[in-house]
């Protein structure tokens, strides 16, 4: 179900490139249904917070009525950065799935490795590449089309 659950996610992060935002995706999975949603919105809510595993928590934990996602599994297209690691913990989230490895900024093996720490109260099982192809095609594609001079776009 990881490859499905993982095009979601992927139909998400179209939605951010649509208004011109890093194509990054998140849905929140719970009992075998997507309880949350979220895409970045960093531009258009100039909110540097507005990250889309940021959003996507924030939505589950209001349908769960808890901030605890005890039984959920979050899906994201590229590998969380050390806000949206660290918001993985504190969610006490069981289990992450993400597409595309970030060499820059990831904070699930690349650089850091804060869902697994030792040194932490809770560890999160964590699933890599699914879909890794397709997530890091959206974001070469991205940021070819930001690099072309602004005449072209």
């Known amino acids: 179900m990881d490859e ?3 095009q979601a996610a992927i139909a998400e992060a179209e ?3 649509a208004h011109d935002d890093v194509p990054i995706g ?3 999975v719970r009992d075998g249904e997507v309880i949350a949603r979220g895409h970045n919105r960093r531009e258009v809510d100039q ?4 990250h889309a595993e940021i959003l996507a928590l924030r939505d589950a934990a209001a349908v ?3 901030w605890r996602l005890d039984g959920c599994t979050l899906y994201v297209t590229l590998e969380p ?3 949206c690691a ?3 913990v504190l969610a006490r989230l069981p289990r992450l799935v993400f597409g595309a490895d970030d060499p820059k900024a990831g904070a699930v093996g690349a650089l850091y490795d ?3 720490d030792p040194r932490l109260n809770h560890r999160v099982e964590v699933v890599r590449g699914v879909a890794a192809e397709r997530c890091g095609q959206l974001l070469r594609d991205f940021f070819a089309r930001r690099r072309k001079p602004r005449q072209l776009r």
Do not use: E, F, Y
């Open 4 to 6: 499905t659950w993982m």
């Open 15 to 17: 939605r951010a490139a």
């Open 26 to 28: 998140a849905v929140v």
């Open 47 to 50: 909110d540097p917070t507005a």
């Open 64 to 66: 769960v009525g808890s």
């Open 81 to 83: 950065c050390t806000m």
């Open 86 to 88: 660290g918001a993985l």
């Open 114 to 116: 804060v869902p697994r």
